[in-house]
């Protein structure tokens, strides 16, 4: 193979920036629940999808969340304030999460894994984040950004019903 010339500026590299960033795992939002950890990892060998990971006490680290409808694995990040906010909750095993592709939230019972994924909201404009599991009264605190009306976003905390009865209704969203 003889050696290619060319002008100042226009050599083509065999390194790229995506020969870098493929590989690449971030990890971030960790949590512990028990004698587990949990923490967000993302892939961009996966369109940049975010799994969630738990590490057992017994030595198992495995990806938790099953296939959302059975149709899709789960996105586990926020766009709340854009930047993202904390994407998941975890309290005795129950995990609530936002999903990146459809901007609900879910609710998965690590304890019950045939039960499978549960909404918890309906599909909307408005995003989700920073859970907080308040197991004895059936509900998830979590800030909301209403993207439903003209102009800046509105921003509140609300209590979302572990139920799922959001899902089918949104008014039962609880303002806080």
């Known amino acids: 193979m003889s050696p290619t010339q060319a002008s100042y500026g226009l050599w083509k590299s065999p390194i790229t920036g995506d020969s870098f960033t493929a590989r690449s795992v971030t990890l971030s939002q960790v949590r512990v629940d028990g004698p587990d950890t949990y923490w967000v990892e993302g892939h961009p060998k996966e369109n940049g999808r975010s799994t969630l990971l738990r590490h057992r006490a017994s030595g198992e680290t495995t990806e938790v969340?099953?296939?959302?409808?059975?149709?899709?694995?789960?996105d586990v990040r926020t766009r709340v304030h854009e930047y993202g906010g904390k994407a998941?909750?975890?309290?005795?095993?129950?995990i609530v999460f936002s999903d990146g592709a459809d901007g609900r939230v879910y609710r998965f019972?690590?304890?019950?894994?045939?039960?499978?994924?549960?909404?918890?909201t309906?599909?909307?404009?408005?995003?989700?984040?920073d859970f907080w599991i308040a197991d004895v009264r059936g509900l998830v605190y979590a800030v909301a950004e209403d993207h439903r009306g003209e102009g800046e976003p509105v921003n509140s905390l609300v209590a979302i019903p572990l139920d799922g009865s959001a899902a089918r209704d949104d008014a039962n969203i609880i303002p806080v």
């Open 88 to 94: 998941y909750a975890v309290h005795d095993g129950v």
């Open 109 to 120: 019972d690590a304890n019950n894994p045939r039960a499978g994924v549960q909404p918890l």
């Open 122 to 129: 309906t599909l909307s404009e408005v995003r989700y984040g």
């Open 65 to 74: 969340l099953p296939l959302i409808d059975g149709a899709r694995l789960p």
